[in-house]
Protein backbone atom coordinates (compact mmCIF):
# COMPACT_ATOMS: atom_id res chain seq x y z
CA UNK A 1 0.00 0.00 0.00
CA UNK A 2 3.20 2.57 0.26
CA UNK A 3 3.29 3.58 -3.42
CA UNK A 4 2.87 6.77 -5.13
CA UNK A 5 -0.59 5.45 -5.27
CA UNK A 6 -1.80 5.43 -1.64
CA UNK A 7 -3.01 9.06 -0.63
CA UNK A 8 -1.37 9.09 2.46
CA UNK A 9 2.16 7.29 1.51
CA UNK A 10 3.89 7.37 4.18
CA UNK A 11 7.47 6.91 2.59
CA UNK A 12 6.98 10.19 2.40
CA UNK A 13 7.66 10.92 5.62
CA UNK A 14 5.65 11.15 8.96
CA UNK A 15 4.12 14.75 9.02
CA UNK A 16 3.36 13.78 5.02
CA UNK A 17 1.34 10.23 5.87
CA UNK A 18 -0.73 12.35 8.44
CA UNK A 19 -1.28 16.51 7.84
CA UNK A 20 0.99 16.62 4.77
CA UNK A 21 -1.31 14.82 2.10
CA UNK A 22 -3.92 17.05 2.49
CA UNK A 23 -1.76 19.82 1.81
CA UNK A 24 -0.84 18.98 -1.68
CA UNK A 25 -2.35 18.27 -5.10
CA UNK A 26 -2.92 14.53 -5.51
CA UNK A 27 -0.73 12.52 -7.17
CA UNK A 28 -1.54 11.23 -10.83
CA UNK A 29 -1.57 7.40 -9.54
CA UNK A 30 -3.87 8.36 -6.90
CA UNK A 31 -6.48 10.37 -9.25
CA UNK A 32 -6.12 7.15 -11.43
CA UNK A 33 -6.36 4.28 -9.14
CA UNK A 34 -9.35 6.32 -7.37
CA UNK A 35 -11.41 6.12 -10.24
CA UNK A 36 -11.32 2.55 -10.95
CA UNK A 37 -12.72 2.04 -7.30
CA UNK A 38 -16.42 0.03 -7.45
CA UNK A 39 -19.04 2.39 -5.14
CA UNK A 40 -21.91 -0.14 -5.91
CA UNK A 41 -22.20 -1.32 -2.47
CA UNK A 42 -22.26 2.62 -1.18
CA UNK A 43 -25.06 3.38 -4.03
CA UNK A 44 -27.07 0.76 -3.25
CA UNK A 45 -27.47 1.80 0.71
CA UNK A 46 -30.21 3.50 0.91
CA UNK A 47 -28.85 5.68 4.15
CA UNK A 48 -26.04 6.54 2.53
CA UNK A 49 -28.62 7.76 -0.67
CA UNK A 50 -30.34 9.85 2.14
CA UNK A 51 -27.34 11.66 3.48
CA UNK A 52 -25.86 12.67 -0.20
CA UNK A 53 -29.52 13.91 -0.84
CA UNK A 54 -30.54 16.33 2.04
CA UNK A 55 -26.70 16.95 2.70
CA UNK A 56 -27.19 20.64 2.52
CA UNK A 57 -30.18 20.42 5.33
CA UNK A 58 -28.77 18.20 7.45
CA UNK A 59 -25.07 19.79 7.76
CA UNK A 60 -26.00 22.93 9.20
CA UNK A 61 -28.55 21.58 11.37
CA UNK A 62 -26.47 18.88 12.67
CA UNK A 63 -23.26 21.09 13.03
CA UNK A 64 -24.86 24.34 14.39
CA UNK A 65 -28.36 24.10 15.02
CA UNK A 66 -28.46 20.89 17.62
CA UNK A 67 -25.39 21.68 19.08
CA UNK A 68 -26.48 25.07 20.49
CA UNK A 69 -29.84 23.33 21.98
CA UNK A 70 -27.51 20.72 23.90
CA UNK A 71 -27.19 21.94 27.53
Partial sequence: SETDADPHNAT???FFSHIGWLLCKKH???KAKGKG?????LRADPVVMFQKKYYMILMPLL???LPTLVP
Fill in 37 to 41: VDLSD
Fill in 28 to 30: PEV
Fill in 63 to 65: CFA
Fill in 12 to 14: RGF
